[in-house]
């Protein structure tokens, strides 16, 4: 079995953080750029955030700058996004995704996905 798990979401007040997980198995994340997205009701699906294969290159969508960062730990197979100053307009499904080597912010590009995990900002 080839899957991701993401884990870490719930239910907080504007301002707050949470740092999103996700653990992958049956596979190796050394080769793979971690890929970041979510998609709010009644939306379409949208790129958050990217860290490629040696971690060197990190993607961030405007909206997310300076409150999110990407991070990964090849040696535990996992990915992680530190969401800080969280907004409702956070508020959505969060998914990982992984593709070969480098990022892309179409999600179509991404081979493996996770379930998700729900971020409420709310207060």
């Known amino acids: 079995q080839l899957q991701l798990v993401e884990s870490g979401g719930g239910l907080v007040q504007p301002g707050g953080s949470l740092r999103l997980s996700c653990a992958a198995s049956?596979?190796?994340?050394?080769?793979?750029?971690i890929g970041w997205f979510r998609q709010a009701p009644g939306k379409e699906r949208e790129g958050v955030s990217c860290?490629?294969?040696?971690?060197?290159?990190?993607n961030y969508a405007d909206s997310v700058k300076g409150r999110f960062t990407i991070s990964r730990d090849n040696a535990k197979n996992m990915g992680y996004l530190q969401m800080n100053s969280l907004k409702p307009e956070d508020t959505a499904v969060y998914y990982c995704?992984?593709?070969?080597?480098?990022?892309?912010?179409?999600?179509?590009?991404?081979?493996?996905w996770g379930q998700g995990t729900q971020v409420t900002v709310s207060s």
């Open positions: 860290i490629s294969d040696s971690g060197g290159l990190n």
């Open positions: 049956g596979f190796t994340l050394d080769y793979y750029a």
């Open positions: 995704a992984a593709r070969r080597r480098v990022c892309s912010y179409y999600s179509s590009e991404y081979n493996y």
